[in-house]
């Protein structure tokens, strides 16, 4: 199965600042990654899909690029309701596999 | 817009089966377009795939877990079930079902529900 593997595992920064991160496939998966946003107690939500496509209702500020092994999300200038944590997933591949995880803290 | 309301049991006993619901209300259960899905996440290992179950009843499972899963289907009730078998502490998880949206990727989940395997 595709691994795929998150960096870093806890990013800490402050509200305004930009976040960066990073999920590596270990195979291409052209560019069928997307990303998710879960908060305690939530289930994970769904912020990009397909490399750069935001879903319904997504703010601008979230965008993503890549593509065969190595993808980013970026969220431009970060809001109080962005910190939380970030799983990249792809579907280029079964069984669909999830990246373990980024948390983004509030510095 | 869809909802997917999970139910069943929080708590099963080593060896036991675990066995789970989703309601979906929202109008797209029969479309072609969707799977229905579960998903786990464990603790410590995160997001898990289980498998899903398409509106003709066919089905798919992670290789992982394909030899202890049965997804099923209640069209008549816009309901589809995941039955766990043989379940050990590590099946210790909160379980959501997920729709495989327009996209392909997971866009609509159920609440989630904790469920713990212990005697």
């Known amino acids: ?107 | 817009q869809v909802q997917l309301q999970q139910s069943g049991p929080g708590l099963v006993k080593p060896s036991q089966t675990l066995s789970l619901t989703c309601t979906v209300s929202g109008g797209s259960f029969s479309s072609p377009v969707h799977y229905w899905n579960w998903i786990r996440q464990h603790p410590t290992k995160g997001l898990e795939w289980i498998g899903y179950i398409y509106h003709s009843g066919s089905t798919y499972y992670n290789p992982s877990l394909k030899s202890r899963v049965t997804i099923s289907l209640d069209t008549s009730k816009n309901q589809f079930s995941l039955n766990l078998y043989f379940v050990t502490a590590a099946d210790t998880a909160v379980y959501y079902c997920a729709r495989d949206g327009y996209n392909d990727f997971f866009d609509s989940w159920g609440q989630g529900t904790q469920v713990i395997v212990s005697s």
């Open chain 1, 1 to 107: 199965e595709v691994v795929l593997t998150q960096s870093p595992a806890t990013l800490s920064l402050s509200s305004g600042e930009r976040a960066t991160l990073s999920c590596r496939a270990s195979q291409s998966v052209n560019t069928f990654l997307g990303w998710y946003q879960q908060k305690p107690g939530q289930p994970p939500r769904l912020l990009i899909y397909d490399t750069s496509n935001r879903a319904t209702g997504v703010p601008a500020r979230f965008s993503g690029s890549g593509s065969g092994t190595d993808f980013t999300l970026t969220i431009s200038s970060l809001e109080p309701e962005d910190f939380a944590v970030y799983y990249c997933q792809q579907r280029n591949y079964w069984p669909r596999t999830f990246g373990q995880g980024t948390k983004v803290e509030i510095k």
